[in-house]
């Protein structure tokens, strides 16, 4: 997989999910700047699956997670907590092939 903004980064969608689900074991303490991280991990694994043809099954959960997160860092912004543990579940339960 090949992250547009940095093309010397290749990673595997698997190392790039467990990577994303390491990051989400704070997420009900994270801090907007964290929750935007998270956010662009998912948007780069997003856009990475979207290049892939072989791991399009895929894309529509990793793009309910990309929306949750996206959810999450809103809530942040506006000073609310509201979905960040459902968020975490996602993100957690989720798999790819390595």
């Known amino acids: 997989m090949l992250v547009y903004g940095d093309r ?3 990673t595997s ?3 790039m999910l467990s990577r994303i689900q390491n990051q989400s074991g704070n997420l009900e303490t994270a801090s907007l700047d964290d929750l935007r991280e998270l956010l662009i991990y998912l948007g780069q ?3 990475g ?3 892939c043809p072989s791991l399009s099954g895929h894309m529509q959960e990793i793009m309910r997670l ?3 997160a996206a959810t999450a860092f809103c809530q942040a912004y506006r000073g ?3 979905t960040r543990s459902s968020c975490r579940a996602a993100i957690l339960n989720q798999r790819l092939p390595p």
Request: with cysteine; glycine share 12%.
């Open 13 to 15: 969608c698997g190392e």
């Open 45 to 47: 694994l997003e856009q």
């Open 80 to 82: 609310e907590t509201g």
């Open 66 to 68: 990309t929306d949750l």
């Open 49 to 51: 699956l979207a290049d």
């Open 8 to 10: 010397q980064f290749e």
